[in-house]
């Protein structure tokens, strides 16, 4: 039986200890500069999170990390977020499908006056706290990097000017940072590999 190692995440989709190769994997695969490593104890994990990454990392750390790359096969048990806006600002949308079938799970919008930003971010958390509610713990993919990081800050950091007709938009932000500072969550938020693997499944065909 193979004995089991700690994973430390420095820099990644939410940094912190995993106990599974898996579970680390899902928080570095896309993520660009993810900086882990693996340890025998927790006790080393534990020291280790908590110190430069480099001094353990070092190097050679790139030769020696099992190094998560974009060629592996994304997972079809999530969901696949997309957003879309006619125009910048303009007539904004987003959804979630489970990739499994391609089945629409969930779609909010048009909204007047909108950015494809505040969409890709909206429909993460959107994702989050639906799979919260039915106590599931599937991964969601985004192919939005600025997105990815609003949610690991909790904060939509648009400079996105609020207007009479933005109103909407302006009040789903503030309940999803809201749902952000109050919940916690399991579910990994993964980088989808547009370029190995085709446009992410909730893509609304536009381009």
Not at 137 to 146: A, I, T
Not at 168 to 175: M, V, Y
């Amino acid at each position: 039986m193979a004995k089991k190692k700690f994973y430390v995440v420095w820099q990644g989709v939410q940094p912190g200890i995993y106990s599974s190769w898996d579970e680390c994997k899902a928080q570095v695969t896309g993520f660009e500069q993810a900086r882990y490593k693996s340890f025998e104890t927790k006790e080393e994990a534990d020291a280790a999170f908590n110190d430069n990454p480099w001094k353990h990392i070092g190097k050679t750390g790139p030769k020696n990390r099992k190094i998560a790359t974009s060629q592996e096969k994304y997972l079809t048990e999530s969901i696949a977020v997309d957003a879309a806006c006619s125009g910048n600002p303009g007539l904004m949308e987003y959804r979630g499908v489970f990739v499994a079938d391609g089945v629409e799970i969930f779609h909010v919008g048009p909204l007047k006056d909108g950015t494809n930003n505040i969409g890709e971010f909206l429909a993460i958390v959107h994702a989050l706290a639906l799979l919260k509610h039915k106590n599931s713990k599937l991964p969601v993919y985004s192919d939005s990097v600025n997105a990815m990081k609003w949610v690991v800050r909790k904060k939509c950091n648009t400079k996105l000017e609020k207007t009479k007709h933005n109103q909407p938009i302006f009040e789903l932000i503030t309940r999803a940072e809201k749902w952000l500072s109050e919940n916690t969550y399991e579910n990994p938020v993964i980088k989808w590999e547009t370029n190995n693997w085709g446009e992410i499944p909730a893509d609304f065909g536009r381009k």
